[in-house]
Nanobody
Framework: QVQLVESGGDLVQPGGSLRLSCAAS????????MGWDRQAPGKQRELVAA???????NYADSVKGRFTISRDNAKNTVYLQMNSLKPEDTAVYYC??????????????WGQGTQVTVSS
């Protein structure tokens, strides 16, 4: 089992910045890729950013150049630095982690979500 706890969500003005954190615990040795998804009211959940165990990153086109995902393996924590925030970034942000047994994918774990609201 893997537990994920997010923090850092807040109300911020357009153009502002936030940093989200996601701390993993439990069977962390089995985690490979980690990432962030978001879901806005009335919309489907979408990928925001992902990072592999080796540090390769992937971003949604809508956040490229504004968001940065990073990972501190020593702290078992993944971060999402969000700059130049826009009202359309308003959503609940969910951390996720993919669990593997060797090269075999087992399952994806999700955190409880943290609210990000961008509004003046």
């Amino acid at each position: 089992q893997v537990q994920l706890v997010e923090s850092g969500g807040d109300l911020v003005q357009p153009g502002g910045s936030l940093r989200l954190s996601c701390a993993a615990s439990g069977s962390i040795f089995s985690i490979k890729a980690m990432g962030w998804d978001r879901q806005a009211p009335g919309k489907q959940r979408e990928l925001v950013a992902a990072i592999s165990s080796g540090g390769s990153t992937n971003y949604a086109d809508s956040v490229k150049g504004r968001f940065t995902i990073s990972r501190d393996n020593a702290k078992n924590t993944v971060y999402l630095q969000m700059n130049s925030l826009k009202p359309e970034d308003t959503a609940v942000y969910y951390c996720n982690a993919d669990q593997f047994d060797g090269s075999a994918y087992l399952k994806t774990y999700w955190g409880q979500g943290t609210q990000v609201t961008v509004s003046s």
